[in-house]
């Protein structure tokens, strides 16, 4: 079964970079037809799609949040990495990966911005 495990630093000061990881067990990363996405629910709120890297390593982002994120993958250590640049207070959320039309989530990271 897959398994996805986010992690990174659960507080970050405002106008750093957040980085994330996601981690995946029990499949790989490159099997046809699997999309990896990242997804954010600040509090009191619903859940944002920021953007998707395909089983080839096609990426997609959020229009309005294009200009300050990026989405890597490595393939070697079966991981998918999200940078945030310049966060703000409002970038505070829950931070999932999920392979979300297989119905693979990871259970979320909390990331809190403030100084």
């Known amino acids: 079964q897959v398994q996805l495990q986010e992690s990174g630093p659960g507080l970050v000061k405002p106008s750093q970079t957040l980085s994330l990881t996601c981690t995946v067990s029990g499949g790989s990363i490159t099997t046809s037809y699997y999309y990896w996405s990242w997804i954010r629910q600040p509090p009191g709120k619903g859940l944002e799609w920021m953007g998707t890297?395909?089983?080839?390593?096609?990426?997609n982002y959020s229009p309005s949040l294009k200009s300050r994120m990026s989405i890597s993958r490595d393939t070697s250590k079966n991981h998918v990495s999200l940078q945030l640049t310049s966060v703000t207070p409002e970038d505070t959320a829950v931070y999932y990966c999920a392979a979300a039309g297989r119905g693979y989530w990871g259970q979320g990271t909390q990331v809190t911005v403030s100084s």
């Open positions: 890297v395909t089983y080839e390593g096609s990426i």
